[in-house]
């Protein structure tokens, strides 16, 4: 059925506003640029060049990739960072740290009686803190694909069968011109998202783990002098997603007149004006 599609965007920074409670925060004083600056540098080096293994797994083998079970439980560190343009105040930087737990509690099924699985998610500032509960989400998995319903945004995670070439609209139920608000700023985050399979069945460590075999699939990766959408997702057989990395900023640096002479070499975590950066990296599982 559905085997190479194109996404869209859809609403990332509902998405992340309601899953990361960070960006919410924006009005915090925080350090010196210059440690920011360091944070983000060892943030980003998770966007690494694209390394492909050998497509070796049937169908079920792929869909160990996006397990669903009653009591299935995850825990994840989430870093992010929004930038907001104050007036008054100048750029504002605000940087967080929120522990996430995700718990598959039970099932229910859809109007067309398919069955989706109820997913809970639990929030807590530091470890010493009791989880609250924060939101419910929903997945399901086909023969053909894995679904995930975040904020009321459908997202196609995955498809089935795939190889390592793979491509797919993993927004086919979300427009490309929709807007989402962070920090009081509208951004249009999900325009030319296109899924693409970089690596399958290849090893990789994340965070304190050694996991054997990972499926690393890159939703978008287009940057511009004005724009920069990054997201990419690591999924491990038998846990599902370990690691994501979201960059949705936008810019007018480079519209300055006269333009700047750096325009085009200044980093982003330095010249990004409005949006985020969301790093999730599993804990235990």
Known sequence: ????????????????????????????????????????????????????????????????????GIGQTAEYRVDSVVYNEVPGLGLVRDSSVTFLKEIIADTLRDNLGNVQWKVEQYERRSESENWAIARIWTAERTETQAVRTEENLRFLRLIFPMNRRSEWDGN????????????????????????????????????????????????????????????????????????????????????EIPVPADCATKPWEEKAERGYYVRQTILSF
């Open 172 to 255: 086919i139920w979300i427009g490309d011109e929709k807007t989402l608000t962070v920090a009081g700023q509208t951004l249009r985050p999900f325009v030319n998202w296109n899924y693409e399979v970089d690596s399958i069945d290849i090893p990789r460590t994340i965070g304190l783990f050694n996991f054997e075999q990972v499926l690393v699939v890159t939703e978008v990766d287009e940057t511009n002098i004005i724009e920069k959408r990054f997201s990419r997702s690591v999924y491990a057989k038998n846990v599902g997603l370990v690691f994501r990395e979201q960059w949705i900023a936008d810019s007018q640096y480079c519209n």
């Open 1 to 68: 059925m559905i085997n190479t599609h194109r996404p869209s965007i859809l609403s990332v920074a509902r998405f992340c506003a309601a899953q990361y409670r960070g960006l919410s925060s924006f009005l915090r004083t925080k350090p010196a640029e210059s440690k920011y600056i360091l944070v983000l540098a060892c943030f980003f080096a998770g966007c690494g060049d694209r390394v492909t293994g050998t497509y070796e797994s049937e169908v079920e083998e792929q869909q160990k990739y996006f397990p669903l």
